[in-house]
């Protein structure tokens, strides 16, 4: 019976920080989008370094392998995307370019995180 339980609370405490995880995406999701709308709200210290701190908390806990190789494909793209110059899209462009390039900035530790699993399964095998 101990051992039931033991496991149990186990995969409980797991299923606890995956939904943290979880809850984190959407809140950098959020802050980058508000961020780029309100540029001068954050202070670019603050904001860089929130997002970095929830992009490897997501890229630690929240993907399952089957997630690895959409979830690295996904970044890379976004990775290109922000290369475009949105700015020059008159009225929208300089927020849409805010919130892209905030977006990169919460996925890329994610990625950083999911890449170097991937590369120790591969390695590990």
Same mark, same amino acid.
């Given at each position: 019976?101990?051992?039931?339980?033991?496991?149990?609370?186990?995969?409980? %405490?797991?299923?606890?920080?995956?939904?943290?995880?979880?809850?984190?995406?959407?809140? %950098? *999701?959020?802050?980058?989008? /508000?961020?780029?709308?309100?540029?001068?709200?954050?202070?670019?210290?603050?904001?860089?370094?929130?997002?970095?701190?929830? %992009?490897?908390?997501?890229?630690?806990?929240?993907? =399952?392998?089957?997630? =690895?190789?959409?979830?690295?494909?996904?970044?890379?793209?976004?990775?290109?995307?922000?290369? *475009?110059?949105?700015?020059?899209?008159?009225? *929208?462009?300089?927020?849409?370019?805010?919130?892209?390039?905030?977006? /990169?900035?919460? *996925?890329?530790?994610?990625?950083?995180? /999911?890449?170097?699993?991937?590369?120790?399964?591969?390695?590990?095998?």
């Amino acid at each position: 019976m101990a051992r039931k339980s033991s496991s149990s609370s186990k995969s409980k %405490g797991s299923m606890e920080i995956h939904r943290v995880a979880h809850y984190s995406f959407f809140a %950098g *999701v959020i802050l980058a989008i /508000v961020a780029g709308l309100f540029r001068t709200l954050i202070s670019p210290e603050i904001l860089v370094t929130s997002l970095v701190i929830l %992009g490897f908390f997501v890229g630690l806990f929240n993907l =399952t392998a089957k997630e =690895t190789q959409p979830f690295l494909l996904a970044a890379v793209a976004l990775m290109l995307a922000g290369i *475009v110059n949105l700015g020059l899209i008159p009225g *929208v462009g300089l927020y849409l370019r805010s919130i892209l390039s905030n977006i /990169v900035v919460f *996925v890329v530790p994610g990625a950083i995180i /999911v890449g170097l699993k991937a590369i120790w399964g591969l390695a590990s095998d």
